[in-house]
């Protein structure tokens, strides 16, 4: 991929971003919206490369996925210790990833989806074991309305004694967001609980829908029916 692709200071740019409103999303919701995370020209470089099936990372995403896992591993070790759950991820993106490969085979996750009218992707989720991070990084990078219709990414929640519950992730085009991958917490009336979620994508009506997935580890996923929204 092109350096033309590139943002200007990756790592500025994540950090700028509003944290604690963040966290708060995340916490409430299971997701958290960061507008116009990816700039037009990377946006335009990610598609081009998703049309043609290459799906190398390129250098700005990796500064961006650094600096992304950084400000999320504080929410994880928070969600962690709220569950009960043993293990803290650590501060730094190389150091999570060392140790996850000592236990055992785990390797960065960058997934380009590229789906045509009649597709969609089936509700998934990920492991919950310590090396498997809960929360990715979701980003549209085609204009919803005009290149597609439908293909809506599609959250459920499972909270205990309760109906599923199903979300919508109001993406547009160069938007991406945090979304949880297997367990969270959620702060009710009596204390905390927890709360299973699962992702995809909804039919893609018309024309085509490009998008990506930056995950922290290998993602190890779990599928379950199809939808079809």
């Not at 966290?23 to 995370?37: E, I, N, V, W």
């Not at 492991?127 to 549209?140: H, N, R, S, T």
Request: charged fraction near 20%; aromatic fraction near 6%.
């Amino acid at each position: 991929m092109r350096e033309a692709f590139s943002i200007t200071s990756p790592a500025a740019h994540v950090d700028g971003l509003d944290w604690t409103g963040i966290s708060l999303q995340l916490d409430a919701q299971g997701y958290a919206m960061l507008p116009g995370l990816l700039e037009a020209d990377l946006v335009r470089g990610l598609a081009h490369c998703a049309r043609q099936m290459h799906a190398g990372l390129p250098e700005a995403l990796q500064i961006m996925r650094a600096a992304l896992y950084r400000r999320l591993a504080g929410i994880a070790n928070q969600w962690r210790e709220t569950l009960g759950l043993d293990g803290r991820y650590p501060a730094r993106l190389d150091d999570f990833v060392r140790l996850a490969c000592d236990a055992g085979p785990v390797h960065a996750r960058f997934c380009m989806n590229h789906l045509g009218a009649g597709d969609a992707m089936p509700l998934q989720r990920h492991g919950e074991d310590q090396w498997a991070f809960p929360m990715q990084v979701i980003a549209l990078l085609s204009e919803p309305g005009t290149d597609f219709t439908g293909g809506e990414c599609v959250m459920t929640e499972q909270r205990p004694r309760m109906q599923s519950r199903a979300i919508v992730v109001p993406l547009g085009f160069g938007d991406a967001a945090v979304i949880a991958t297997a367990a969270r917490p959620f702060k009710g009336t009596n204390g905390p609980y927890r709360v299973s979620t699962r992702h995809g994508i909804s039919l893609v009506r018309r024309g085509q829908r490009l998008g990506m997935a930056l995950s922290f580890h290998d993602a190890r996923e779990t599928l379950s029916d199809d939808i079809r929204l």
